[in-house]
């Protein structure tokens, strides 16, 4: 959903120029869906859980950052294939 919205946000201020970002730019953005995940996770206070299940408190964080970089690089792939990027 925060990815959604971001590129919902962006490319309506924009007036749908932006579609895809940058190397850079998606890097940052998956910096900040690892730090909102961390802040997700915390306030469901789920570590305790995730704890018992053996699961690492640098899992939550690494999930998200990896479904953020996920989600731009399919986006670029499409919009290559579309013809959209250059």
Excluded at 23 to 45: M, P, Q, S, W, Y
């Amino acid at each position: 959903m925060l990815w959604l919205a971001l590129h919902a946000f962006i490319a309506a201020v924009s007036g749908g120029e932006i579609i895809a970002f940058g190397t850079k730019a998606t890097i940052v953005l998956a910096i900040v869906g690892a730090a909102v995940g961390n802040a997700d996770t915390r306030r469901r206070r789920e570590f305790g859980m995730l704890g018992n299940l053996g699961i690492s408190k640098l899992a939550p964080p690494a999930m998200w950052a990896g479904t953020m970089v996920v989600l731009e690089i399919s986006l670029r792939v499409s919009l290559y294939y579309a013809g959209e990027s250059s």
